[in-house]
Structures are given as structure tokens and as C-alpha cells.
């Protein structure tokens, strides 16, 4: 079995030129996924997960610019490929499922011709497509799939809609799906169907999935290994049980402890005091260190780097050493 790493990101940095100076939303990122393996981002919102994934998809919108780094897609650098080459990677090996499902869904085309159209461009002939895209409603859990499919998007619930979507984004059998806050909109029960939908889809596939979210629930219930990202930069990774268990960096525990307790009666939602820093101007050192309650002198002067505490982990921060910079 060929163990290569499907997706190598080292060192990306990305910023955005605006009125009011440089953003510099993507510090230095560097992770890695293997073939079915499930990889989220997590931190709060404006911490560069979302154009991480879209830098990944080569889809950084203006103002924004990737600066530097590489983004190896089974060795082939993204990054040098052109125009051309980059858009039969999008759709064939990396596709992208987002928030909200209107921003893929035509509101003009029914359900199932949106589903023929993407395996159309394989060049399987239209007959054949309708057919394998009726097929894939039924199998993201699309009831009375041939009737569904004719169905216009606005006639769809947001749950199905979001299916609807991932068999758009699946029809093609990627190597990777990008899902960025994929069931933020949807109500437990359907955010439960789709994260099983992915899940399973992964199973039957052999499809790595990048997650992006805020939420730790889904992260505890979906992921392999996660990323938390703080201020651009990827603050701490590892495999999910061991951050469960015993997060290292300070900002990852502040995370936890922000989960919702909604067992024995404790209900209360901590927050983490203070606000993720402007990117224009982060802070000197590290850039948690206004809100971190282990702050040490050093880390109001140098930014601290990646050090490997133990098996499969990486940790920024100085109680755990002065690591490298990225
Ligand atoms: Fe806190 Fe210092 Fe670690 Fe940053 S480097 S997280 S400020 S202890």
C-alpha cells in the first residue's frame, strides 16, 4: 500500500491588502493528511481556518494573496501548476463543500441535473449520468431520490440541500473534500446525518477530509487528528484523543473549557477572556499571550516555535519548550 502523504502544506503564508493595512491571515502553516484520514482546523472565528482550506483550493479571493509555501497534492505542487492544470484539480481531486449550500446549488437548475452536469464532465454520456446522479441522491440519504431530483434547490430543505451538495461534490470521487463549517446552519439531528454521510462516504471512498469548524463536538466525533489554529498560525496538532485528553498548548485548554457541559446539571459555557488579536498588528512573541494565563516574560518578546513533546504531536508555546519557527 502506497503510505504517501496525500496532502503535504508547508510553511503557507497568506495576506490580504486592504485600505487598512496588510492582513496577514495565514502565518507559517504547515500540516499534513493521509489518504482517508479525517484532519480538522478548529479555533474561533478570523483565525485563518477558513483561508487555509480556500489557499488549499487555490481560491484565495482578492485582496487576498499567497505569499510563499507549498501545497503538495500528492507530491505535484499546487502552487506551480497554472490556471488550467488547477481547475482540473478542483472538482477531480479536491472538492469543496461550504456552509451554506447556495453558494454551490444553482437556483435555475433542478437537484439532479446540477449532480449529471459535475459527472458529466467525466465524460460519461447524460443518460447514464442522471441516472448515476439519482443513484447518489439515494445514497446521500435523499428519500424518493428520482422524485427529488427534479426538485429545484428553493423546494429543498437545508438539509437536503447540504446532501444535495455533498453528491454534487462527491460525483467525482475526489482525494480530498474541504469541508468548511459544514452543518453550522443545520439542526443537531440533520448536523448529526451529514457528518455520518461524510463519514461513510470516507469509508467507501478512501477520500481524506479537511474540516473546518469552531465546534469541538464535531471534532471530538469526526476527526483523526486536529489543528487549532490561533491568530494564522497553527498553535498545536495531534491526534484527536491525545488533545482531548491532555491539550498542551494553553489556548487549546481555554478551548475545552469553552466546550458546553451539559451533563449533571452544568450547563454554563465558559468563555476565553479577551479577543483573537488584529491581524494587521499582531502583538509582539506569541501572539496568545495577552489572553494566557501561563504568560512567562519571553513570550511578550519572541515568538515561540513548533516543538514535538511527544509521538505525532507539535506544540507552540514555551512550556513546552523553544522549538523551531516555521
Ligand atoms: Fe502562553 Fe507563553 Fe505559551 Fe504563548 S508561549 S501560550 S503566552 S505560555
Redesign the pocket.
Known amino acids: 500500500m502506497n503510505m504517501a502523504k496525500l496532502l503535504q502544506v508547508s510553511d503557507l503564508r497568506v495576506e490580504f491588502l486592504t485600505g487598512r493595512g496588510t492582513v496577514r491571515a495565514v502565518g507559517g502553516v504547515a500540516f499534513q493528511l493521509d489518504r482517508g484520514e479525517v484532519f480538522a482546523l478548529v479555533g474561533e472565528s478570523g483565525c485563518g481556518k477558513s483561508t487555509t482550506a480556500l489557499a488549499v483550493m487555490r481560491l484565495v479571493p482578492p485582496p487576498g494573496r499567497i505569499l510563499g509555501g507549498s501545497i503538495r497534492l500528492r507530491g505535484d505542487d499546487l502552487l506551480t501548476l497554472d490556471e488550467d492544470s488547477m481547475t482540473q484539480v478542483r472538482g477531480r481531486h479536491i472538492a469543496m463543500i461550504f456552509q451554506n449550500p447556495m453558494v454551490s446549488l444553482n437556483p435555475v437548475y433542478r437537484a439532479g441535473a446540477q449532480v449529471q452536469e459535475a459527472i458529466v464532465l467525466d465524460q460519461v454520456p447524460k443518460n447514464e449520468a442522471w441516472r448515476r446522479a439519482v443513484d447518489l441522491l439515494g445514497r446521500v440519504y435523499i428519500a424518493d431520490p428520482a422524485h427529488r431530483a427534479l426538485s429545484y434547490p428553493h423546494e429543498l430543505s437545508g438539509g437536503m440541500r447540504q446532501r444535495v451538495m455533498t453528491g454534487m461534490m462527491v460525483s467525482r470521487q475526489p482525494d480530498l473534500l474541504i469541508a468548511d463549517e459544514p452543518t453550522t446552519a443545520l439542526d443537531v439531528t440533520i448536523q448529526a446525518q451529514v457528518l455520518d454521510l461524510l463519514l461513510e462516504l470516507r469509508d467507501r471512498t478512501g477520500m481524506a477530509l479537511l474540516i473546518i469548524t469552531h465546534d469541538l463536538g464535531i471534532v471530538a466525533e469526526i476527526a483523526d487528528r486536529v489543528g487549532v489554529m490561533y491568530a494564522g498560525s497553527l498553535?498545536e496538532q495531534g491526534p484527536v484523543f491525545d488533545i482531548f485528553e491532555e491539550p498542551l498548548?494553553?489556548?487549546t485548554r481555554l478551548l475545552m473549557r469553552a466546550l458546553p457541559r451539559l451533563t449533571k446539571g452544568q450547563g454554563s459555557l465558559h468563555t476565553i477572556p479577551g479577543q483573537v488579536p488584529s491581524l494587521i498588528q499582531l502583538p509582539p512573541?506569541?501572539?496568545?499571550?495577552p489572553?494566557?494565563?501561563?504568560?512567562?516574560e519571553?513570550?511578550?518578546t519572541k515568538m515561540?516555535g513548533l516543538t514535538v513533546p511527544a509521538g505525532g504531536r507539535e506544540v507552540?508555546?514555551?512550556?513546552?519548550g523553544v522549538g523551531e519557527r516555521q
Do not use: E
Not at 291 to 296: L, T, V
Not at 316 to 320: D, N, P
Open positions: 498553535v498548548h494553553p489556548y512573541g506569541c501572539p496568545f499571550h489572553r494566557c494565563p501561563d504568560r512567562m519571553i513570550c511578550s515561540p507552540a508555546c514555551y512550556l513546552h
